[in-house]
T-cell receptor, first 114, second 112 residues
Framework: KAGVTQTPRYLIKTRGQQVTLSCSPI?????VSWYQQTPGQGLQFLFE???????NKGNFPGRFSGRQFSNSRSEMNVSTLELGDSALYLC???FGTGMNSPLHFGNGTRLTVT | EDQVTQSPEALRLQEGESSSLNCSYTVSGLRGLFWYRQDPGKGPEFLFTLYSAGEEKEKERLKATLTKKESFLHITAPKPEDSATYLCAVQGVGDSSYKLIFGSGTRLLVRP
């Protein structure tokens, strides 16, 4: 069974640009969550999507947005990039949102903003 | 506020030298406690979920235990391939029940 796939693996952007990251969940998983990982803050929750609806959003500015498609694939977008947005962006999927549905993570997209 | 603290930050072991990693948590009602392993350049890999105090789970050389305030990840006779960062996360039942709260991790290095 294929795992969570994230593309691209690496991105280099300059300040002010925007970026779109893509995530394909494990087949059959309907819930997709996004996390930002940095050395200083660790893993921080960005959003959660279920059945194409954003159910929850973390404490990030409005420049961070996302969406989920009918096939459960998800994208996240960051506009007007800042240097502090440099991080590993991780997508995770789960079958549902209950206690017996642990998150399974992809290998992330490493974003560098210069 | 839900919080997770992991210790030590880093741990060096000789191959075969057993030890434990600690995860202390503060949460308003525990829905689940999760252990993940993360290798450099990769995403976290799911290891265990624990739901209630007294519960234990095992996988190869790893054993996770849970009390009302902390969890331990015991590593028995580790091998160099066990070297990784081990992350602990909790999911509470309160306002933040939709997300995992992660600790900062323990970097484990096992030398041959």
């Amino acid at each position: 069974k294929a795992g969570v796939t994230q593309t691209p693996r690496y991105l280099i952007k300059t300040r002010g640009q925007q970026v779109t990251l893509s995530c394909s969940p494990i087949s059959g998983h309907r819930s997709v969550s996004w996390y930002q990982q940095t050395p200083g803050q660790g893993l921080q929750f960005l959003f959660e999507y279920f059945s194409e609806t954003q159910r929850n959003k973390g404490n990030f500015p409005g420049r961070f947005s996302g969406r989920q498609f009918s096939n459960s694939r998800s994208e996240m977008n960051v506009s007007t990039l800042e240097l502090g947005d440099s991080a590993l962006y991780l997508c995770a999927s789960s079958f549902g949102t209950g206690m017996n549905s642990p998150l399974h993570f992809g290998n992330g997209t490493r974003l560098t903003v210069t | 506020e839900d919080q997770v603290t992991q210790s030590p930050e880093a741990l060096r072991l000789q191959e075969g030298e057993s030890s434990s990693l600690n995860c202390s948590y503060t949460v308003s009602g525990l829905r689940g406690l999760f252990w993940y392993r993360q290798d450099p350049g990769k995403g976290p890999e799911f290891l265990f979920t624990l739901y209630s105090a007294g519960e234990e789970k095992e996988k190869e050389r790893l054993k996770a235990t849970l009390t009302k305030k902390e969890s331990f990840l015991h590593i028995t006779a580790p091998k160099p391939e066990d070297s990784a960062t081990y992350l602990c996360a909790v999911q509470g039942v309160g306002d933040s029940s939709y997300k995992l709260i992660f600790g900062s991790g323990t970097r484990l290095l096992v030398r041959p």
